[in-house]
């Protein structure tokens, strides 16, 4: 599995008709939606907002396309190939399409978006996807800056830490060295 690292843009112009691609990673369906709102806010006038997405939960894996109004299965499924291709997860497509005047047909369409979320894909930035734990420890103050520095080592970051009488931290690291850094540090 992969994950978009870096987000990606593309733009291109078919038969008069604009067409702009944006990758971007999301972590859950209220990211995805904001992602929307953003572009939408971006593109008023725009005439279609056609998107896929992917996102691994607790349950398993979340996809869901939309085709904006346009013929069935002539955007958001094109779209939505190209994460599966790529295997990617915790990722949204969308395609923002203002309308040019010249009907491109379902095959023309099809194309159209596909190929535009393959070139926001290819200006994105891809890495392999870790799947990553939250852990909650509490060390004494003289392990607090060794245990930060070993999440950070290992592509993890701490999101909250409390000074009390001990450091209680919270962080997200891989889930593979989850089970050692609690080893390692204790789990309070």
Known sequence: MQRIAQPGRAEQTINKSRFIGAAEACADEREVMALFRRLA???PSAHHLAFAYRLKTPQGLLQRCHDAGEPSGTAGKPIL???EGKDLVNACIAVVRYYGGINLGTGG???AYGNTARMALEAARLEPYVEMAKLRLTVDYG???P???EVERLGGRVLDKD???RVTVLAVAPLAEAAALRERYGDG
Do not use: D, T
């Open 41 to 43: 806010a971006e593109h």
């Open 163 to 165: 000074f009390g009488q």
């Open 147 to 149: 245990l930060a520095r």
């Open 81 to 83: 190939q190209h994460l």
């Open 143 to 145: 392990r607090w800056e």
């Open 109 to 111: 369409l099809a194309r």
